[in-house]
């Protein structure tokens, strides 16, 4: 099923609201087709926000949501709604606690346990459930060492019943 997420919290599916993300989408697409922007893309939008940009020349490139492990393979029809429509889904805050990691994912049983089976971390664990699942992750560190282990996630492949857990 497709997402309803923000639909009844933000009225993105009533109809002034949709003219004023289409408003908003058109500046996007102006400043998109005078290349000032490489890509164009949203944040957030459930499938009543992305129906407003239906039929738009320019379409969303990319949908940034909410997506860690412990949501499920498919929270609110992101991934769905965002291969239906040809979109790129990322993922921001992947750690959870709105970028600075949450504790049963930075310091879980899970996660670890799993780290452990695969001599990884469990955030590299975190963001391997995330790529395992085709979409791309956003991460964030000023520290070096953390950047590189970030990217450290391709030498390995997390088994089907390891993927069910972090579910």
Not at 40 to 53: D, I, K, Q, T
Not at 133 to 144: A, Y
Request: net charge positive; glycine share 8%.
């Amino acid at each position: 099923a497709e997402s309803k997420c923000f639909a009844g919290r933000t009225g993105c599916s009533d109809p002034k609201s949709c003219d004023m993300i289409k408003a908003q989408w058109s500046a996007v697409s102006q400043a998109y087709a005078k290349k000032q922007l490489k890509a164009v893309g949203v944040s957030n939008y459930c499938s009543a926000c992305l129906a407003c940009l239906d039929g738009q020349k320019i379409p969303p490139m990319v949908n940034q949501v909410h997506f860690q492990v412990g949501m499920g393979p498919d929270p609110q029809g992101f991934r769905t709604l965002a291969k239906k429509k040809g979109i790129v889904l990322q993922a921001w805050s992947p750690l959870g606690e709105g970028g600075g990691g949450s504790d049963p994912i930075m310091h879980g049983n899970l996660t670890n346990s799993l780290g452990q089976k695969y001599n990884k971390s469990a955030v590299q664990i975190a963001l391997k459930w995330i790529v395992t699942r085709n979409v791309s992750v956003s991460t964030k560190s000023s520290n070096p060492a953390h950047l590189a282990q970030n990217m450290n996630i391709f030498d390995f492949e997390l088994e089907a019943d390891d993927m069910k857990a972090l579910d």
